[in-house]
């Protein structure tokens, strides 16, 4: 199950269904598409574009726009309102070019240890010419944490961190890694394993957008399980089509929100101070 969300970018989600139709087992792949708000395109062209997709797809209007994570889980729940949990659930941008037409069939030779909840693919960004998993080796600390609160805080101080942060990522290419555990990974693609996806269908994550990484990181860590991220299988991410259209004050003003959300759920209740390093 591939689970994605659409907002105002319908010829984007048309494409991805495409690719998604062009691997190889794609006979055993369902996708959900979860309408957080939609664009220029009329209902009915899109409807009859997905149509002619030979993919079993699921679309879903929750009425509003309910941000990424939790319109994925949206998404999740409604499906399994009438189909069977899939033992791995896929949760997605849709600017995603794949490798090759076996990623999927070879996500599924891999074996995997019982204590993998999350695993995120090899993520290769053409703008950076740079690999983008594992994300975060190591757990913020809570000093950083704060210091990227104070930051964001200050739309123009965010405008020139953001700034640099693209520079050094332009400069500073991070090569492929071999396959290893890691604190988060990449948001764009990950594969969620169903025990997980049990935990996570009852919760909502209270920011729209942005840090989704962290929070499933911290759930996957209070359980004692791992994120792991694989090298054999390797995807193309455009990257932002959605998000990096946003003004830097909206933009920093989420970013905030969602840092604050992590310390205030992860680094300053009881729990929370057990953890921190």
């Known amino acids: 199950l591939n689970i994605v969300t659409l907002f105002c970018n319908e010829i984007e989600v048309i494409e991805y269904a495409k690719k998604l139709s062009q691997q190889s087992i794609s006979a055993e792949i369902s996708l959900v598409i979860v309408v957080n708000k939609n664009g220029d395109m009329p209902e009915d062209n899109?409807?009859?574009?997905?149509?002619?997709?030979?993919?079993?797809?699921?679309?879903?209007?929750?009425?509003?726009n309910l941000g990424y994570l939790?319109?994925?889980?949206?998404?999740?729940n409604q499906f399994v309102m009438k189909h069977e949990p899939p033992k791995w659930i896929v949760m997605s941008n849709t600017d995603i070019t794949f490798s090759d037409n076996e990623f999927f069939k070879d996500f599924?030779?891999?074996?995997?240890?019982?204590?993998?909840?999350?695993?995120?693919?090899?993520?290769?960004?053409?703008?950076?010419?740079?690999?983008?998993?594992?994300?975060?080796?190591?757990?913020h600390s809570l000093k950083s944490l704060e210091k990227r609160i104070y930051i964001f805080q200050r739309p123009m101080l965010a405008y020139y961190y953001l700034q640099i942060a693209n520079i050094k990522a332009k400069y500073k290419k991070?090569?492929?890694?071999?396959?290893?555990?890691?604190?988060?990974?990449?948001?764009?693609?990950?594969?969620?394993?169903?025990?997980?996806?049990?935990?996570?269908?009852?919760?909502?994550?209270?920011?729209?957008?942005?840090?989704?990484e962290a929070y499933l990181a911290e759930l996957v860590r209070l359980n004692n399980k791992k994120c792991y991220y694989n090298s054999q299988i390797e995807l193309i991410h455009m990257g932002s089509t959605v998000t990096g259209k946003l003004e830097i004050?909206?933009?920093?003003?989420?970013?905030?929100?969602?840092?604050?959300?992590?310390?205030?759920?992860?680094?300053?209740?009881?729990?929370?101070?057990?953890?921190?390093?």
Do not use: A
């Open 108 to 139: 599924y030779m891999s074996k995997y240890n019982e204590n993998i909840w999350l695993i995120g693919p090899s993520i290769y960004s053409p703008e950076n010419k740079s690999y983008d998993n594992p994300q975060y080796k190591k757990r």
């Open 46 to 64: 899109f409807n009859d574009n997905l149509r002619k997709i030979n993919l079993k797809i699921h679309l879903y209007k929750p009425g509003e």
């Open 70 to 76: 939790n319109g994925l889980i949206y998404g999740y």
């Open 249 to 277: 004050h909206k933009r920093s003003q989420y970013i905030k929100e969602s840092l604050e959300f992590i310390k205030k759920e992860f680094y300053t209740s009881e729990i929370g101070d057990e953890y921190v390093e």
């Open 174 to 212: 991070r090569k492929k890694e071999d396959s290893q555990y890691s604190y988060s990974l990449h948001g764009c693609f990950f594969f969620i394993n169903n025990n997980f996806m049990e935990i996570l269908k009852g919760k909502k994550y209270g920011p729209l957008m942005y840090s989704e």
